[in-house]
C-alpha cells in the first residue's frame, strides 16, 4: 500500500564523513589516528534519523562504541546491528537502567550508566542469576561535576566506591563519566572547573584502588572546540586512562551555536559536517483564493490580494512545529512557499502565488535542499524558538525513514 507521503531520507555516506571528521579532528597529532574512541551517539532513534539505517552505519565508519539513552534502545540498537550483519559494537546506556531493566541489561551485553546504589543491586542480581564471576561485568560510574542531573557528587563517592571494593562483585567500573553542560560556552570557564573536580575524583577513585579503563566525556561542542584532544587526553595521561568522547549532534551534520562566539576551529570543521536528513511531503491540492478569504484555524492569516494556496501533507503531528505557522516556510520548486495561517494536526497551507506551475503530486521539501534554495534545522529552530535537537527529534515515527542518496554534498 502506497503511504500518505511524508518522509525522510537519510544519507548514511553524510553521517559516515560526519563521523570521520570527528575522528581527525580529535586526534592529537597525525602520527596518531585514534587517540580519543569516539561513542557515536545514537539516542532518540538516532537524533529522529532513524536507528536502523544509523546504528549499523556508524559501526561501518568505525564506531566501536554506540550511545543510547534506555535499556530497550540498546536493545534495539544490538538487533539492528545484527540484522544489518556489522561488527557488534559495545552499547552504553547513558540514561542508565530502570527498575527491574537488569536482566536485559545482561542478555543483550549492554553498559550500564550508573550512579544510584539501588542500580548496583539490581545489576548485581542480574549478574549473579546469569552466572557471571567477579568483576566480570563492566558498568560506567557517573560522576557528577556540575549539572545537577545524574551522576554521584564528592559527597557520595565513597561510598559507592566501596560497592566494588570487597573483590566479590560481579561489577566492575570500566569507565569513569561525566557530562560537561556548558561545553559550547567560548570562555570556557564552566568547563574548566567541571575537569578540575573531574580529575579530584578520578584521582579519589584510582586511590581506593579502582582501574577504570576509560574516561568518557565530552558532547559534540566539547569534540568541535577541541577540549577532547587537549584537557581530556591530558587528563586521562596523568592517569593512565583511555579517553571517550559522545558526540551526537554534529554526527547528524550540524554544529551546536557557540556563545558568545564561535571559536576558529569550530568554524573550519563545521564546514566539513554534511547534512543527513531531508524531511520531505508533496502537495495534496492546489487552489486560488480571492483577497479577503481566510485561511486555516481562527483564520490567522487573511489573503491580501488573490493568492494560490497549496495544501500540503504535514502537521503538528508530524513534528511540523506549530511556532512556525505564518512564520515558517517550505521548499517547492526550489522556491520559498511561506507557510500560511496555523499549522493543523495533519496540514498545512502553504502560499504558491509567486511559484508557477505547482500542481498535485509535487515533491515539498521541509528540511534540506532543492534547487539552490536550502532550509535547515537551525533555521526551524529559530522560527519555533528551540534548539535544533528538538527539531530533529520531534519528527514523529509515522513519517517513514528511507534511505536517500548515499552523500549530500556540502
Ligand atoms: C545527548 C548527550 C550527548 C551528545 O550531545 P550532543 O550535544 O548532541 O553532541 C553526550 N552525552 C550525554 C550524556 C548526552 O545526554
Known amino acids: 500500500m502506497n503511504s500518505r507521503p511524508c518522509w525522510v531520507e537519510i544519507s548514511t555516506g553524510s ?81 542508565g537502567p530502570f527498575p527491574g531493566q537488569s536482566a536485559d541489561v545482561m542478555a543483550h551485553r549492554l553498559t550500564a550508566v550508573v550512579w544510584q546504589g539501588w542500580q548496583l543491586d539490581e545489576l548485581e542480581a542480574a549478574a549473579r542469576a546469569v552466572g557471571c564471576e567477579a568483576g566480570t561485568v563492566p558498568v560506567h560510574l557517573e560522576l557528577d561535576t556540575g549539572m545537577s542531573r545524574q551522576g554521584v557528587g564528592t559527597g557520595e563517592l565513597d561510598a559507592i566506591l566501596a560497592r566494588f571494593l570487597d573483590g566479590r562483585s560481579a561489577l566492575r567500573v570500566g569507565g569513569l563519566m561525566t557530562h560537561l553542560y556548558a561545553a559550547d560556552e567560548s570562555d570556557g570557564e564552566a568547563t574548566r572547573e567541571q575537569l578540575e573536580l573531574t580529575a579530584r575524583m578520578v584521582e579519589r577513585v584510582l586511590a581506593a584502588g579502582l582501574k577504570p579503563e576509560w574516561l568518557n566525556v565530552g558532547n559534540s561542542a566539547a569534540v568541535l572546540a577541541g577540549i577532547v584532544p587537549r584537557e581530556l ?36 570543521l563545521r564546514g566539513k559536517l554534511r547534512r543527513v536528513l531531508e524531511w520531505k511531503t508533496r502537495v495534496v491540492s492546489v487552489r486560488s483564493v480571492e483577497a479577503g478569504r481566510v485561511v486555516g484555524y481562527n483564520g490567522t492569516f487573511v489573503a491580501t490580494e488573490p493568492m494560490r494556496l497549496a495544501l500540503l501533507a504535514v502537521g503538528y503531528a508530524d513534528g511540523l512545529n506549530r511556532a512556525l505557522s505564518n512564520r515558517g516556510a517550505v521548499l517547492i ?14 496540514q498545512a497551507v502553504v502560499d504558491v502565488t509567486e511559484i508557477s506551475g505547482v500542481v498535485a503530486g509535487d515533491e515539498v521539501v521541509l528540511l534540506g535542499q532543492q534547487g539552490a534554495e536550502s532550509i535547515t534545522a537551525e533555521e526551524h529552530a529559530r522560527w519555533a524558538g528551540t534548539i535544533p535537537w528538538e527539531i530533529f527529534t520531534s519528527i514523529a515515527a509515522r513519517a517513514k525513514r528511507i534511505k536517500g542518496v548515499e552523500q549530500i554534498s556540502a
Open 333 to 346: 520548486g526550489g522556491q520559498r512557499a511561506p507557510i500560511v495561517g496555523r499549522i493543523s494536526m495533519d
Open 15 to 95: 553521517f559516515q564523513n560526519n563521523y570521520q571528521v570527528l575522528v581527525q579532528s580529535s586526534a592529537a597529532d597525525a602520527a596518531d589516528a585514534r587517540p580519543v574512541e569516539l561513542l557515536a551517539i545514537v539516542k532518540a532513534d538516532a537524533y529522529g534519523h532513524g536507528l536502523a539505517l544509523c546504528a549499523p552505519a556508524a559501526v561501518q565508519a568505525g564506531a566501536r562504541w554506540l550511545g543510547v539513552t534506555s535499556v530497550e534502545e540498546g536493545v534495539a540498537t544490538r538487533k539492528f546491528c545484527a540484522e544489518a550483519g556489522v561488527a557488534e559494537p559495545e552499547i552504553l546506556v547513558i540514561g
Open 233 to 268: 587526553l591530558s587528563i586521562c595521561d596523568r592517569f593512565g586512562m583511555k579517553a571517550m568522547a559522545r558526540p551526537g549532534l554534529a554526527l547528524y551534520g550540524l554544529a551546536p551555536e557557540f556563545v558568545p562566539d564561535e571559536p576558529e576551529v569550530v568554524s573550519e
